[in-house]
């Protein structure tokens, strides 16, 4: 599938696992990677050139931290201005039909935050709903997300390194059509669904 993956961070330089994982993106070959804030550091979306982007590739990642459970503001802003009725959905608008989407995330709490019983209340999936059907809305295949809890206590830990092989091969499998979308679409989570996913979750 081609693949684009779109980076959301305000701050990259202060960044200690979404700069990483976009570098990463961006030594795979085959893989399209965008800054959004540094395409757009005053918010000026060229529409236009982001349909032309979204058109052209068949996957659509969103590679962000959560912020206020939700996505960081350019990328709200992204979704305002570029899925425009009549291009991503309503009668006409069939330009993102079957895309395969999912959101990259990376979470300041630990995992059990993100569960019914836990201090969120709920899985991350379930907080990132109105991702799941805005991409339903244009008829999107959505996948579940791809997250990383605990992220400021990630590289001090030494899990850093593990996720950035797990995005890699994660990326690979979605580039090369051997990710069995299926399964991906039901899961709470991605983490687990690659070979290198699989051998980490073991090793715990
Ligand atoms: C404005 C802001 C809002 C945040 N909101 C949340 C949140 O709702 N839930 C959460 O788990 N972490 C939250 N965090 C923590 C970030 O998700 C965390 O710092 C980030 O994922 C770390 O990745 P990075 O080093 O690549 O920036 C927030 C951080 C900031 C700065």
């Known amino acids: 599938m081609r693949t684009l993956v779109y980076l959301a961070h305000p701050r990259p330089d202060r960044s200690e ?13 085959g ?21 032309q982007r979204i ?13 206020w459970y939700s996505v960081p503001a350019l990328l709200r802003e992204w979704q305002d201005l570029v899925l425009e009725h009549g291009f991503a959905y309503g009668h006409s608008g069939h330009a993102l ?18 569960t019914p019983e836990g201090a969120n209340g709920a899985h991350l999936r379930t907080l990132l709903m109105p991702f799941e059907k805005t991409a339903d809305l244009c008829r999107m295949r959505y996948l579940a997300p791809f997250a990383l809890f605990g992220a400021g206590r990630a590289v001090e830990e030494g899990r850093d390194k593990s996720h950035l092989a797990e995005w890699r091969s994660l990326l690979k499998a979605l580039r090369d059509d051997t990710l069995d979308i ?3 679409r039901a899961a709470l989570s991605l983490n687990g669904f ?9 090793a715990v």
Not at 35 to 44: M, N
């Open 194 to 202: 690659t070979a290198a996913g699989a051998a980490k979750l073991e």
């Open 31 to 51: 893989i399209t990677c965008v800054d959004l804030y540094g395409e757009y550091p005053s918010f000026e979306m060229n529409v236009d050139r982001e349909q």
């Open 97 to 114: 039909d079957g895309k395969v989407t999912f959101n990259a995330v990376t979470c300041g709490a630990a995992a059990e935050a993100y």
């Open 17 to 29: 696992i979404n700069a990483p994982m976009f570098e990463a993106a961006r030594g795979i070959e």
């Open 182 to 184: 299926t399964a991906a």
């Open 55 to 67: 058109t052209e590739h068949d996957a659509i990642v969103f590679l962000h931290p959560l912020y």
